[in-house]
């Protein structure tokens, strides 16, 4: 359990900041990007969740606790080390991504197939969760990037490509079941 007394320690004064393993890197490292946005997105769900009826705001709930198990898990390197660590670190786990897949078929069983690529907006809550998508792809990308380079739990980015498509399904559950989904027009302006 994380107890916090005091907010402020000087500590990142200089631009660095520990990681979950006590390492000290720079705070545009990759990986911090990486949690960093995950951090900022679970901003975004709980804005999304102002909107939301009593089923939608528990799913967007599980969606937030998800969110800092992610950030546990994209802050601790060293995976390698996890099997000798006297409290093993967070990683995200198969399970999270099954529900997400659950809930998506679940939403998407009244929605009527697409016949054009939905544009973000119809109702308040909608734009939210597009808000959310975007922010999970970004973070996905970030997540990706930072698996180029050093080694990260594969559920991880599992995670997040789910929940981008489980956002964008949501977005469309909350345009009345798609009804009121905004259609692209392709060349509608020219």
């Known amino acids: 359990m994380v107890v916090l007394n005091k907010i402020y320690t000087r500590t990142g004064d200089k631009g660095d900041t520990a990681l979950g393993n006590g390492e000290r890197v720079a705070k545009h490292a990759a990986r911090v990007n ?20 009593n089923e939608m705001d528990a799913a967007l709930m599980r969606i937030q606790n998800d969110l800092f198990d992610l950030g546990a898990d994209l802050c601790r390197p060293e ?27 679940a939403m998407n069983k009244d929605l009527s197939p697409l016949r054009s690529f939905v544009l973000p907006g119809g109702s308040a809550l909608s734009a939210h969760l597009h808000v959310c998508r975007t922010v999970a ?19 991880a980015v599992k995670y997040l490509n789910r929940l981008s498509d489980w956002f964008f399904v949501a977005a469309r559950v909350a345009n009345d079941n798609g009804a009121d989904d905004v259609l692209w027009v392709p060349g509608a302006n020219r």
């Open 137 to 155: 792809r970004r973070a996905e990308r970030l997540a990706t990037d930072l698996a180029s380079s050093e080694e990260i739990n594969p559920a």
């Open 34 to 53: 990486a949690y960093g946005t995950s951090d900022e997105l679970n901003a975004f769900v709980g804005v999304a969740r102002l909107q939301a009826d």
């Open 79 to 105: 995976m390698d080390q996890d099997a000798k660590a006297e409290y093993p670190p967070l990683r995200m786990v198969t399970a999270q991504i099954d529900r997400l897949e659950s809930e998506i078929d």
